[in-house]
C-alpha cells in the first residue's frame, strides 16, 4: 500500500507521520521547532522525513503549516508564529529529503482529513471550522479542497461579525475569532467577572482570586460546576459561533460543517445551543435543509493526515 | 452555431432571448409576468419560447428566477416575488415546449454571464454582488458556477454584517443588503436629511420638500449636484459594500470581484471609494494579491445571456 508522509509544523512542535491510504497513521514522531530560524525549520522537518522513510518506500511529503500558503503549494507567503515571509519551503524539503512535496494551509490540511477520513465522510460540500485560541477555516466543495484564486482562501476567523468590535491580530477589528475561540471566552469570563464578581463567584475561586488569572481551563472547569459567569461565557460564544456559520451558509451552501479544535474538547458545553441558534438564524430557513452540525473526529492528527493525504493526490 | 434560449423572469416582465456560443443575443423579446398566478408563469415562458424558436433550431432552455432554486436545477422551492413554493419550473416549462430545460437563480446567472463573456472573462475564481433593491450574488470556483450543497449557495445579501442591525425581509436583522444596496442609500439619505436637513438642502428640494419624498434617483442627482447629506449616503453604503467584500475575500480569496445591479449605473460615485477601503480592509493585506474590483459590463442582458449558456453546458 502506497504511503506518505505528513508534517504538522507548529509553533512549538512539529509533527510528522507516515499515513497510509486509508488515512491511519503508521507511524509518528515529534520534535522541537527551531520557530526563530526559517532555515532550521526545514531542516528539522527534513531530519524528521528521513527518519520516517528509512524503513519504508514513500511516495511524497505534506506539510501544514499555520499561514497563508501559495496557490502553486510551494512559498509559504505569511507566517505570524515562524517568522516566514515568502518562504520556498517545498523546494527546501524537497531538496533535503529528494521527494514530491507540497505545502498546505494547516487548517486546509484538517479539512481535508475530516472530510476524507473524519466527521465529513462522504459529504461533498462542507465548512471545517478549527475553534481553539483563534479560529482555522478550511473548505471542502465538490469533493475537492478549496484553496481560493491565490491559495488564501478560508480565513474564516477573519470575517467580521461586529463592526469596530475587538481588535484582531490581523490589524482589523471585531473578526469572528475574537468573538468565537478558546480567547474570546477568556475574555468574555473576565468581563464578566470583573463586572459582576458575585456571578462569577466560582469561576473566581478555582482561577486563584482574581480576573487576570482566569484562562480557558478554569471557564470550562466553573461552567462545569455551574457558575452562572462561565456558562454565560459558553453561551456568548455559542451564539457567535452560530452566526458565523450563518454566515458562511448563506454563502456556501454546505452539506455539513464540522467543528474542531480546542475549544471543542469542552463541546458538550455548547454544541446544542449552536445547532439551536444556527437553526434559529440561518437566512431562507423553511425554504431549504438544515446543514449538520458536527464534530471532528479526527483529533490533534488531523493536519497531519490531511497534508499527506494531499500530498498522495497531488 | 448552436443556439439557446434564455429566460429572465423577473417580478414585472419575462425577458426571453435566442443567445448564441458567443453570448450574443441574436433574438429578443418581453412579457409580462403574471405574477399572482404560478401556473400562468409558466404558459407565458413558454409562449415566449415557442415564439422564438418558430424560424430556429434551439438546443435548450435556460430560465432565471429570483429565489431558491434546487441542486438538480428543476425546482423553484421560494420565490418570494412570484408566490412560487416547491414549484416544478422545468418539468412544466419542458412539457410545454418539448426542449431540455434547466431553472437556474437570476443571480447566479448573471454570474456566469459575467464570467464567460462580461466583466470577469478569463477569470476563473471571481464573485459576482448584484447591487439593486437589494442584494444578488453568484460565485463561480474554478472556471464553474457554484451552487452549494442543495443549490442555495451565494445568497450573499444575507450575510449579518451589523448584529442587531435593520430588520431585513429575510427575518433576520442587520443583513448586508440592508446596508449596501439601492434600498440601503435612501434609508440612509432619508435618515441624515430628517436628522439635518440643512445638510440635505439640495437633495431635499430635489425631492419635494420632504426627507419621505426621497427615491434613489433623487440621492444619486443630489450626490452629482454636491449635496453633502447625499454624498454621505454614498459613502456609508461603498464603506459597507467593502466590508462585505472583504469578508468574501476573507471566505474566498477570488480572483475578482464584479459588481452590478441598479446602483451600479451611479458607480462612479462610489467604485473609487470601495477600492479603496477594500484594498484597506481586506485581512492579510500586505502579504496577499488584492483582487479587482469590476463594474459588470453585460447590463440587463446578463440573466437571459448566463440562463441560455448554462442550458448549454447543462
Known sequence: MALTIGVDIGGTKIAAGVVDEDGRVVEHLLRATPARDPERVAETIAEAVRELAKEREIEAVGLGAAGFVDETRALVRFAPNLAWREEPLQKKVSALVGLPVVVE????????????????????????????????GGIVLGGSLYRGRWGMGAELGHMQLIPEGRPCGCGNLGCWEQYASGNALVIEAKEIARADPGRAARLLEIAGGTPEQIEGKEVTDAARQGDPAALAAFST???WLAQGLCDLAAILDPGCFVLGGGVSTAADLWIDQVRESFAATLTGRGHRPVADIRLAELGASAGLVGAADLARIR
Open 237 to 239: 460564544m455559542a451564539d
Open 105 to 136: 494551509n494547516d487548517a486546509n490540511a484538517m479539512a481535508w482529513a475530516e472530510a476524507k477520513f473524519g466527521a465529513g465522510r462522504g459529504e461533498t460540500h462542507l465548512v471545517c471550522v478549527t475553534v481553539g485560541t483563534g479560529i482555522g
